[in-house]
């Protein structure tokens, strides 16, 4: 059982390079969303999903952009890279929020992203 | 703004002892908190939550405690063991489904 898988790990990049953080789940998650952590910061959310073909911003999304073509598929794409966006990026995905799920998110293990 | 506040970084605390974590939160709307674990090099994971009905939820070694009209929250640790090194991170929630994190405690557990 896989979970929430995110590649790559690591990546360095060039100002004004484009790359695509990619994020997938196995666990039929329709609730899917993009964080990044900067240091001494809490988890800032970039973009969220709640199903396939539908996206929304979250508190960051400058920058950045998204699409949701598949339930399992959420991949976060960078344009014109700054030295801003250096952070840890982090996929998670729920199911949809209810006290059953104690909003539950499960998270993958992060992308670290550097731009230079 | 940062509507959820942990204003303590770092904590170190003997194995065997409390570790107690503090949260604050500014956002009355919030309806739901949860506190998560992160070890390096991992994603954080869910550790326990509570409703604003309650002002006290218990699983095993961890309990959450909420103060609504302190806008307070704090997760106690008993008895602190060596795995519970970790960052931990406060979150809430208002009726929708994304959350709003705290900048995380960093916690360690001596022997």
């Known amino acids: 059982n896989a979970g929430v898988t995110q590649t790559p790990k690591f990546r360095i990049l060039k100002i004004g390079q484009s790359m695509t953080l990619q994020c997938t789940q196995d666990?039929?998650?329709?609730?899917m969303y993009w964080y990044r952590q900067d240091p001494g910061m809490g988890l800032k959310l970039i973009y969220y999903s709640v199903g396939a073909g539908i996206t929304d911003k979250g508190e960051v999304p400058n920058g950045y952009n998204v699409s949701r073509s598949t339930t399992e598929d959420f991949p976060l794409r960078l344009e014109l890279a700054a030295p801003s966006q250096t952070s840890v990026y982090f996929c998670a995905s729920s199911y949809p929020p209810g006290r059953q799920s104690n909003y539950g998110y499960t998270f993958g293990s992060g992308t670290r992203l550097t731009v230079v | 703004d940062q509507q959820v506040k942990q204003n303590s970084p770092s904590l170190s605390v003997q194995e065997g002892r409390i570790s107690i974590l503090n949260c604050d939160y500014t956002?009355?709307?919030?309806?739901?908190f949860l506190w998560y674990k992160k070890y390096p090099a991992e994603g954080p994971t869910f550790l326990i939550s509570i409703s604003s009905i309650k002002d006290k939820n218990e699983d095993g070694r961890f309990t959450v405690f909420l103060n609504k009209s302190a806008k307070h929250l704090s997760l106690h640790i008993v008895p602190s063991q060596p795995g519970d090194s970790a960052v931990y991170f406060c979150a809430a929630s208002t009726d929708d489904y994304k959350l709003s994190f705290g900048a995380g405690t960093t916690v360690t557990v001596r022997a």
């Open positions: 666990m039929n998650h329709n609730y």
């Open positions: 956002n009355s709307m919030f309806d739901y």
